[in-house]
């Protein structure tokens, strides 16, 4: 991992996994459980990564619109930052932060295309006043490390860049952003973790490498369970799971 990153903004913000899984008061007041809270996120995640693909954007972008968000719900309600608005905004502050610019105006034309009932009521005016409040829920923290770059790099020194798995690490990596490890592990051990699945998946044997690297790899395998873990759950999410849990933000899903 780059030795600017344990200097960065980012670093200093690392949370406690119990830090980040906390409900606020007045969504609690609605009903929305720690469930409900995270699904809603992972569900504005799907929306950040398929509106992204349309407006075409690179994948650190989207990456970084995903943290935003995520960082903004550390420090501000659901009720009172209303999802679907943030992401949006999100991803309209992420693509000027990554200098990748998407007019505000074209992602309101291919929100309301992608989902018209959802964002039907959304206009340029409501992105760019969001943009300020999200701004100061982030403390004007734009900087973002992703471990995107790391893993190419440890891929390589483990002579494992080989097109299956770069492809089975890179999704494992995409995946992780419908999670909320990028605010509680340093990127270079998410990439690390992604790479420990990936090699156990293609009965790769990569023991020795790990172990020159010096790393605590019970660190590296507790993030692996996470992520395996997610794959399990994410079998039980239903549509009817996420409308109820926006209902009870009185939001259309």
């Known amino acids: 991992m ?9 670093y200093k913000q690392l949370l ?18 720690i469930d409900d809270f995270k ?4 569900h504005m995640s799907n929306h950040i990564m398929k509106l992204a693909q349309h407006i075409k954007v690179r994948q650190r ?14 420090r501000k309600s659901m009720v009172e930052f209303e999802p679907r608005l943030v992401a949006l905004t999100c991803l309209y502050l992420a693509s000027k932060a990554e200098e990748s610019i998407v007019q ?16 039907n009521k959304y206009e340029l005016k ?20 992703h471990p995107y770059r790391s893993l190419s790099e440890f891929l390589q020194d483990a002579a494992l860049n080989d097109v299956n798995m770069n492809q089975i690490t890179w999704g494992i990596v995409n995946d992780t952003y419908k999670m909320d490890l990028i605010l509680v592990h340093p990127p270079y051990r998410i990439a690390l973790a992604c790479i420990y699945i990936a090699s156990v998946h293609r009965e790769k ?10 790393e605590d790899m019970n660190l590296v395998k507790n993030i692996a369970m996470e992520i395996l873990d997610f794959y ?22």
């Open 61 to 74: 972008v989207v990456a970084t619109a995903i943290t935003y968000m995520r960082r903004v719900y550390i």
């Open 126 to 145: 409501d992105i760019l006043g969001m943009e300020m409040k999200v701004l100061e829920a982030l403390d004007y923290y734009l900087v973002v490390f």
């Open 2 to 10: 780059a030795a600017n990153f344990w200097n960065s903004s980012h």
């Open 205 to 214: 044997d990569i023991t020795a490498w790990f172990e020159d690297l010096h």
């Open 39 to 42: 699904l809603i996120k992972f």
């Open 16 to 33: 406690d996994p119990e830090e980040v899984d906390v409900v606020h008061d007045l969504d609690k007041e609605r009903g929305i459980s």
């Open 104 to 119: 505000a105006r074209n992602l309101v034309f291919y929100i309301k295309r992608l989902y018209p009932d959802e964002y």
């Open 232 to 253: 399990e759950n994410y079998r039980t999410i239903t549509e009817e799971k996420v409308n109820s849990a926006f209902s009870k933000l009185a939001l259309k899903p």
